[in-house]
């Protein structure tokens, strides 16, 4: 194929999800009300956490983090994925593909990397209490968090770096919502096996290796639990893990089954419906586990809206 031809697409069609008017409709406000209650479930657990001097410990940190983490990783998709449910697909250049092609992935591995920590940070706190407050200073808390995101953000430079030198002729749809590894090769008329090979490699090397070290770390404190002579003790221990495992149930899930994979065992619909699960629901649901679950997540907000309510009466009365 000539030079010209190879250069031809200059932007794709993001297809989405097809179907009938209505049900376009429908998915569009099923996706719009699912991301607005992330934005503000995650938003208001950054402010809690900033806000109450009680939640300034490790863990917490590490929640903010993550809170803020999924605001940022769920726009990356849903914007595109709301377009294309409003119309027959939402345009995207080539470049605003691989640059969403990177950030989305960059902060899918941040997740990992930032799951597998606080599984670490959980595991030090029941398995070593005495040596917590050493081993998990907030100093050396802060470089955790800061080494999860530097680390996400590198780990798919490279991959990038090589898809960005692909050459695309045609044709420009993408059978997906956003711009995802696989559709991506699909429409490139270059030699795409390394940057498959070295994607897959990169994608599965973040997700297994910290998937390996977190369910380490709950492999020694399911150890630690059994230990205690109390089922009383047993189950107020492992309470302050259990809104952190479901999490890491949930996200683990899904990418694991779409990412850890043979590039050509990819199925668009399969891969479509399973991105909808880490791009929208799981930014939800994260929120919802940690504030339904977490005691100490509960307290501080009902002190927070105890203040309001009492600020609010003393500005009337005084009115």
Not at 35 to 46: A, D, E, M, R
Request: with cysteine; aromatic share 14%.
């Amino acid at each position: 194929m000539d030079l010209a031809n190879r250069t031809a697409v200059r932007e794709f069609l993001l297809l989405g999800f097809s179907g009938a008017p209505w049900l376009q409709h429908a998915l569009f406000a099923l996706f719009l009300a699912l991301y607005l209650l992330s934005l503000v479930g995650n938003t208001l657990i950054i402010f809690i956490v900033l806000v109450e001097a009680t939640l300034q410990t490790p863990m917490y940190v590490f929640l903010g983090n993550l809170s803020f983490l999924e605001i940022w990783y769920t726009t990356a998709t849903v914007p595109k994925l709301l377009a294309t449910c409003l119309s027959k697909g939402a345009a995207i250049s080539v470049s605003g593909c691989i640059v969403q092609y990177y950030f989305f992935f960059s902060m899918g591995a941040t997740e990992c990397i930032l799951l597998a920590v606080m599984a670490y940070d959980r595991y030090v706190a029941i398995c070593s209490p005495l040596r917590y407050s050493l081993l998990m200073s907030l100093q050396l808390c802060l470089c955790f968090a800061a080494g999860s995101w530097v680390g996400g953000f590198a780990a798919p430079l490279l991959p990038t770096i090589l898809i960005s030198r692909l050459n695309f002729c045609g044709p420009q749809k993408i059978n997906h919502f956003f711009c995802d590894s696989d559709p991506i090769f699909k429409l490139s008329c270059s030699d795409t096996f390394l940057a498959e090979a070295l994607g897959y490699t990169c994608s599965s090397v973040v997700i297994l290796s910290s998937f390996l070290l977190t369910m380490s770390s709950y492999g020694n404190i399911v150890a630690t639990v059994l230990r205690l002579s109390s089922l009383e003790a047993r189950k107020k221990t492992f309470s302050t893990c259990a809104s952190h495992l479901t999490v890491v149930t949930i996200y683990y899930g899904t990418i694991i089954f779409a990412y850890v994979r043979p590039p050509a065992k990819y199925n668009f619909t399969i891969g479509k419906v399973i991105s909808v699960f880490y791009c929208v629901v799981t930014p939800l649901v994260n929120p919802l586990i940690y504030t339904l679950r977490n005691k100490d997540v509960k307290k501080a907000f009902r002190k927070i809206l105890a203040q309001k309510r009492f600020l609010l009466t003393r500005n009337r009365q005084e009115f």
